[in-house]
């Protein structure tokens, strides 16, 4: 009895410990925020009007601390205009998204 006892309780642990761990959310890094935002026709059309107007300025991501592996990344005032907050009227604020499904960053929502 003690030997099955035992052989169970090893079996148990084996398989608790041999099991994968959870799959964490990869940090949104600036590289991959900024090619998506090139890549989206919306932010892109958005950025050519404001340089038409203002060509000193562009998007800056200040992206939050991803310690936590967020799934989900809100940015507001994401265009300056060397090196200050643009005007309110050049303004613009984009979410990003971890796609579990593709395995990678999206864009959910740019406005502008």
Known sequence: MPLRL???????FFV????P???T???LTPEIANGLLHYNNKAENWMVY??????????????PDQTSHPTTVDLDHIVFCSGQPSPREFDASVSFA?????QKWVITRFSS
Not at 6 to 12: I, N, R
């Open 16 to 19: 608790a410990c041999s099991s």
């Open 21 to 23: 761990p959870k799959p």
């Open 98 to 102: 971890y796609d579990k499904d593709q």
């Open 25 to 27: 959310t990869p940090a």
């Open 6 to 12: 035992c052989s169970f309780a090893m079996l148990v």
């Open 50 to 63: 404001v340089r038409k107007h203002n060509p000193a300025c562009g998007y800056q991501l200040e992206l």
